[in-house]
């Protein structure tokens, strides 16, 4: 979080909807639609307390291959590549959501490159890029490594741990990601191709999967 600390009557709200961002209703690629962003106020950084947190291309692909190779190194997997296509069909979607407030995956049949997808949603300006990707990455700690989709995670609730298992999904090659920003909130769109969890398997198998340039579009 870039600043200061918010005022203290005001820090829980900023936090809920970090949670509502990264709960169950934000799975990666899940069964279920999560509902429309609530269309409440955010007041500008500087009412808080805060600076607005740095925003930029660059800066989105360093901090995306950074945290999502940093955990993949961790656990013996290869890293991403970072791809231009799936980063532009990730802006087209994550504009769209700024556009219309409506906070939910896209659909399969409408994204340009197939791909798995994994969302986050919070406060305008006021959280930088690592906290949104940190979001994904705290799912670990529910995470079971022995399990396969739809029973890998500790609570029961695959989507409690979906987006890291995209994250961390063995026979991901590419990873391409965008920020749309609406007046109130900001929407991260993050493209995987190929998609992972697949139910039946686990995040950690032996996954022999074609590359992006390979694949016929």
Not at 100 to 114: I, K, L, Y
Not at 201 to 214: C, F, N, Q, W
Request: with cysteine; hydrophobic share 40%; net charge neutral.
């Amino acid at each position: 979080m870039a600043g200061g600390s918010p005022k203290p009557i005001l820090r829980a709200g900023l936090w809920a909807a970090l949670i509502f961002a990264n709960g169950a209703q934000a799975a990666s690629d899940g069964v279920a639609t999560p509902p429309a962003a609530p269309q409440s106020v955010v007041m500008p950084a500087s009412y808080y307390g805060m600076e607005e947190a740095p925003r930029g291309d660059a800066l989105l692909r360093a901090v995306v291959l950074d945290l999502h190779n940093g955990e993949r190194a961790a656990l013996g997997l290869s890293p991403l590549d970072w791809d231009a296509a799936l980063a532009q069909d990730a802006a087209r979607y994550a504009a769209e959501m700024a556009r219309t407030g409506q906070f939910r995956h896209s659909p399969r049949a409408g994204r340009a490159v197939p791909s798995g997808e994994n969302l986050w949603m919070g406060p305008h300006r006021l959280y930088g890029y690592d906290v949104m990707v940190g979001a994904f990455l705290a799912e670990r700690h529910l995470f079971r490594p022995d399990g396969k989709l739809p029973d890998f995670s500790t609570t029961g609730r695959w989507q409690d741990v979906g987006h890291y298992t995209q994250m961390i999904w063995r026979g991901t090659r590419q990873v391409g990601c965008a920020l749309g920003e609406g007046p109130h909130y900001d929407y991260l769109v993050c493209r995987y191709f190929p998609a992972g969890n697949a139910f039946g398997k686990g995040p950690l198998d032996m996954d022999d999967a074609p590359t992006l340039a390979s694949a016929e579009r």
